[in-house]
């Protein structure tokens, strides 16, 4: 078997719609959290709901662009998960510009915009020595933040709440970005110019036959391995499971192989584990799988 690389390549197109995809998802994203923060807010959990989103739609946009450079798909998942969170922290800067000019408009009946927002950047000069978002950003961290746990809260100094915010930007960075990373890794068909198809199980095994098995896909012996599979689906966990994927647009061209361990946890929830994955030629594809060599032939005559 072959090790499969990515090419790197990483078409025009494909460039100009991660990018629109990191700017729109991250400003989009983060502002729809900076909204829903005024009414709740859970620490870690809304970050890592920031990060899945905004890293989901960059993967969708890495396998629509069809570009197959991790490195680049992680360079703008780190920028978009920057924005994301970049976007909710302004958002919560309006948030609080809003809420000041409501309490100013009751209590001392201040209704031009200008004269409220100039007032708004001199309590923060005297609050923090700086105005605007930077100001904001200091007197947040300043009253610090609250954690409930149960039915008591615990108060953050300012700082654990910078912490705090390194943190939640790490969660929501590192989501963004490894998904899209994980996206331009996966297999593509450069021939068929196509990402490969979804993954079809192609025979299982007993796990005592796991490195023999592995060891003749190694050295290309595919009718051995073959050998080796059932088409039985039920075998019992832990087993080892083998899949196939080919490109519709090019289906006479390298296949990939991936080999699973597969079992349950302590909970009873099934868990697949990758032990291999790799490229057969055509010939080799149809040693492995005999059925399908059969299967489109029959085709090829009807």
Request: aromatic share 8%; charged share 15%.
């Amino acid at each position: 078997m072959k090790t499969y690389k990515p090419s790197n390549i990483a078409p025009s197109q494909g460039i100009a719609i991660l990018a629109a995809a990191s700017l729109v998802s991250g400003v989009a994203i983060g502002s729809a959290t900076a909204f829903i923060s005024k009414f709740i807010y859970f620490i870690v959990l809304f970050p890592m709901g920031m990060g899945f989103a905004t890293g989901t739609v960059l993967g969708l946009a890495v396998k629509k662009g069809k570009t197959r450079n991790p490195m680049l798909a992680l360079g703008w998942g780190i920028f978009g998960g920057i924005l994301t969170y970049s976007s909710l922290m302004y958002g919560q800067y309006i948030n609080f510009q809003q809420e000041t000019e409501q309490i100013m408009g009751h209590e001392y009946n201040l209704t031009d915009k200008k004269q409220v927002g100039d007032q708004i950047n001199a309590i923060l000069k005297q609050e923090t020595g700086n105005s605007g978002f930077i100001g904001f950003l200091k007197l947040s961290a300043k009253e610090g933040t609250s954690i409930s746990r149960g039915s008591s809260k615990i108060k953050l100094n300012e700082t654990f709440t910078y912490l705090l915010w390194v943190i939640d930007l790490g969660i929501v960075g590192f989501l963004a970005a490894s998904i899209p990373f994980g996206s331009a890794s996966e297999p593509f068909n450069e021939d068929g110019n196509d990402w490969y198809g979804d993954k079809q199980l192609i025979g299982s095994a007993t796990e005592d036959i796991k490195d023999e098995l592995i060891r003749l896909l190694n050295i290309d012996d595919m009718s051995g391995a073959s050998a080796l599979l059932s088409t039985q689906i039920d075998l019992p966990m832990p087993r080892i499971d083998v899949y196939a994927q080919s490109c519709i647009s090019s289906p006479e061209s390298d296949s990939v192989i991936t080999v699973s361990y597969v079992s349950t946890n302590a909970k009873k929830q099934v868990m697949a584990k990758n032990l291999l994955e790799g490229l057969v030629s055509n010939s080799q594809r149809s040693q492995l799988i005999p059925q399908l060599s059969i299967n489109n032939n029959d085709n090829s005559g009807d």
